[in-house]
């Protein structure tokens, strides 16, 4: 879960875009110490599990997210991250606990993905892409996009490719769950987290640019703002 982004994490991330989306992806998904971070939760777990059990790779996936924590508290980042990357680790260690199987440690984080592409293709079945709903909140220009046809055509292709990444998420992470496969598993959600979302990220950006371009002809948004 802590390694794949879930649908909380992706509006998140497009927020963060939105508010800096002069930047580059890997800028977007945090730079290449934030990827590090959302991967070596998984890494260690996986690692540890195979060389020592379940109960070290637990223990030492918890040791490594609360010490990530507490290097972002140190350096003065946003709590909330870093926060969330501890309860994230703990609530997938917690069930991994519980059935006593490695590979549940990434159950939530499976199902979190199926959950995201069917809410992404429900936004578009009732005319409310959330791309466009996301990044034009954070970007402060409000529902005016939804006045032009094409520029919810953009969004919605966005968040279809959205909707795409996690389906392909879910679709190859539950057949290595059933597989038994941990350590491919584990490869698979680092793989697929912020690495693919920032391929939704670019989509994102293109239907913001080419929305941003048609309202400024139709007079509904400002140049200034473009």
Not at 8 to 36: C, H, N, P, Y
Not at 45 to 59: E, H, R, Y
Not at 175 to 183: F, I, K, S, T
């Amino acid at each position: 879960m802590q390694t794949t982004t879930s649908p909380q994490a992706a509006a998140t991330d497009m927020q963060t875009a939105g508010d800096r989306k002069r930047k580059s992806a890997l800028e977007q998904a945090g730079g290449t110490r934030g990827i590090v971070y959302s991967a070596l939760p998984a890494l260690v777990f996986v690692v540890a599990n195979s060389l020592g059990g379940l109960k070290v790779g637990i223990l030492a996936a918890l040791l490594v997210a609360l010490g990530i924590a507490v290097e972002r508290l140190t350096r003065k980042e946003s709590i909330q991250p870093a926060l969330g990357g501890v309860f994230g680790v703990a609530i997938a260690a917690g069930i991994s606990w519980y059935t006593g199987s490695a590979k549940d440690f990434f159950l939530i984080g499976i199902w979190a993905s199926l959950a995201g592409a069917v809410v992404f293709v429900l936004s578009v079945a009732l005319r409310w892409p959330l791309a466009g709903l996301i990044w034009n909140s954070a970007t402060g220009k409000g529902t005016v996009w939804r006045a032009d046809k094409r520029s919810r055509i953009y969004y919605d292709i966005a968040t279809l490719v959205l909707a795409a990444i996690f389906g392909a998420r879910f679709a190859v992470q539950q057949y290595l769950y059933q597989a038994d496969e941990v350590g491919s598993l584990g490869f698979a959600k680092i793989a697929m987290g912020y690495p693919l979302l920032a391929v939704g990220l670019l989509a994102v950006a293109w239907a913001a640019r080419a929305s941003d371009k048609r309202l400024k002809v139709m007079g509904l948004l400002p140049a200034k703002r473009a």
